[in-house]
């Protein structure tokens, strides 16, 4: 053992019995730790581009700032940034692909045409790598996305957006089959405008007709998530497919929800609303992000939110049913160490929670020694959670806290940067 691998250990150790005196078992939680996958957003390796044309640009109201160099320029090297990835995360991991990031093979196919054939490179790639796929429906940066996709009045765009996510689901579905197991289609569209219209429930018809379409086919293999949006950019005063729109929706017709951390009010709290989700819905994806202001998806840190959801997630007890996506992208500094900061917060949020006395603070609540269940949070604050972290990120090959840094560089010295 280096003289570094016997300080992590040594450190873990101490922490074991720390824990151990607050009733927690260390060896358990990092096994539960294990076994939570996190759906990595293929889209911060190259600014939400896509692979369908060169020079499209994002629309949507969405927005990625920032031009540095090294982005991803192709399917090859998009690949090669999501593996360097998830070569720091301890666990098995899934990919979440948006329809632009098919397989074309030079043809030019429309939204309304791809099928499960355009993913059979990605379906072959993901397993060699270990990697599920998840999936995306995508209404943004296409000569039809305008302002309006699936709740257009025009028939002739509402049913090329139709077909459009009837192929995504039947794709989800292909994807699903393939990998043995589920891949959930999260089905967000921008839908919305810039001033309020003479008739917001005119829109919410259309959609709800639109949806009621995409869903009359039912597929073994794949989920169905709904995501809603406070607003856009340049679609700031009415979106669609609000939060209650789809609360609505989701319950009537039992799909999930996708809980974006960027689509609230900024003080509204999406760890709150697990617990009420998970009572009337199958399941919640979560699009992990961070908001600044607005939706302004800045690479997700280890802060009071991140640590708040964490716990909820955890603290439900529904793991299986909690499906843990990333949503952000930031193209001001090196992507992939974006990346990677996002994804190993988002992992030790996790792993905090799992290290939480929870039984011993809820026997506080329930004797009503408030000061107590208080103080006791305060306490963990300062916890040496970050030594088991360490410790999991040793044993199962991925660099600790403090390698990362220098590993980013080498990757961005010899193969980012030289993407001129
Ligand atoms: C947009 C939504 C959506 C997108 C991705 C690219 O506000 O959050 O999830 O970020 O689909
Ligand atoms: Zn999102």
């Not at 600790?400 to 010295?413: F, N, R, S, V």
Request: one cysteine or more; proline letters at 3%; hydrophobic letters at 40%.
């Amino acid at each position: 053992m280096s003289q570094k691998e016997t300080n992590v250990t040594k450190a873990f150790e101490i922490a074991v019995e720390r824990y151990a005196a607050l009733g927690v078992d260390v060896k358990k939680s990092i096994d539960t730790f294990l076994n939570l996958s996190l759906s990595l957003h293929c889209w911060q390796a190259d600014d939400v581009a896509g692979f369908e044309t060169a020079d499209g640009d994002l629309s949507g109201g969405i927005q990625v700032t920032g031009n540095y160099p090294g982005k991803a320029r192709n399917m090859d090297e998009l690949r090669d940034d999501i593996l360097k990835a998830t070569a720091f995360l301890p666990g098995k991991h899934r990919l979440s692909l948006h329809a632009i990031y098919a397989d074309y093979g030079g043809q030019r196919v429309d939204r309304d045409a791809i099928g499960p054939e355009h993913f059979t490179s990605w379906m072959e790639w993901a397993k060699e790598h270990g990697l599920k796929l998840d999936f995306n429906s995508t209404s943004f940066s296409h000569p039809l996305s305008g302002n309006l996709t699936l709740s257009n009045p025009d028939p002739a765009i509402r049913r090329f957006w139709v077909e459009h996510h009837k192929r995504c689901r039947e794709i989800a579905d292909a994807m699903g089959r393939y990998q043995n197991d589920t891949s959930i289609m999260n089905l967000w569209i921008h839908d919305g405008s810039k001033e309020v219209p003479a008739s917001r429930l005119y829109y919410r018809q259309l959609l709800e007709s639109s949806l009621d379409e995409i869903f009359s086919v039912s597929y073994t293999h794949m989920f169905d998530a709904l995501e809603a949006k406070l607003f856009g950019i340049g679609l700031e005063s009415y979106t669609v497919g609000s939060f209650d729109f789809y609360l609505g929706y989701g319950a009537k017709k039992g799909k999930m929800l996708t809980l974006d951390a960027g689509h609230f009010h900024p003080t509204e709290s999406i760890a709150d609303k697990l617990s009420s989700l998970l009572l009337f819905s199958p399941g919640v994806m979560l699009h992990v992000s961070r908001p600044v202001r607005w939706d302004s998806d800045h690479v997700v840190i280890l802060n009071d939110d991140l640590t708040d959801l964490g716990r909820e997630i955890v603290r439900c007890g529904m793991l299986d049913r909690i499906h843990i996506g990333l949503d952000y992208f930031d193209a001001t500094i090196n992507r992939i160490g974006a990346y990677i900061i996002g994804a190993r917060s988002t992992q030790k949020s996790l792993l905090m929670a799992l290290l939480e006395p929870t039984a011993l603070l809820r026997q506080y609540e329930s004797e009503g020694r408030l000061f107590e269940r208080l103080a006791l949070q305060e306490e963990l604050k300062a916890m040496p959670w970050g030594d088991v972290w360490n410790y999991v990120c040793l044993t199962n090959n991925v660099p600790t806290d403090d390698a990362c840094i220098k590993e980013i560089q080498d990757y961005e010295m010899n193969v980012t940067s030289k993407r001129l």
